[in-house]
């Protein structure tokens, strides 16, 4: 089972990215994304089953970001809208068979915001 991230960049404070993750190996019933800033702890920012009806946002992204999945291509998505500089951090995608149980991880993506 592989997990890989790719959309990461820099971009200004305002801006917008879509960071994409694809499974291969199976398919998840649960699928999220994380992110981890510089001297700080990994924590959790979206996850979306496997259906795309039951969705999580953490506060602080709940309006800016959008977590979906495509299971035709075993993708999830994060697009990021209204970016701002706080949002700076590698941002992993992540899998779970169980709700929170995250045995599957991507490699992580950076995503820079200047501000």
């Known amino acids: 089972v592989q997990l890989q991230a790719s959309g990461g960049g820099l971009v200004q404070a305002g801006g917008s990215l879509r960071l994409s993750c694809a499974a291969s190996g199976r398919t998840f019933g649960y699928m999220g994304w994380f992110r981890q800033a510089p001297g700080k702890e990994r924590v959790l920012v979206a996850t979306?089953?496997?259906?795309?009806?039951?969705?999580y946002y953490a506060d602080s992204m709940k309006d800016r970001f959008t977590i979906a999945r495509d299971n035709a291509k075993n993708t999830v998505y994060l697009q990021m809208n209204s970016l701002k500089p706080e949002d700076t951090a590698v941002y992993y995608c992540?899998?779970?068979?169980?709700?929170?149980?995250?045995?599957?991880w991507g490699q992580g993506t950076q995503v820079t915001v200047s501000s």
């Open positions: 992540a899998a779970a068979v169980v709700s929170g149980n995250w045995g599957h």
């Open positions: 979306i089953n496997w259906n795309g009806r039951s969705l």
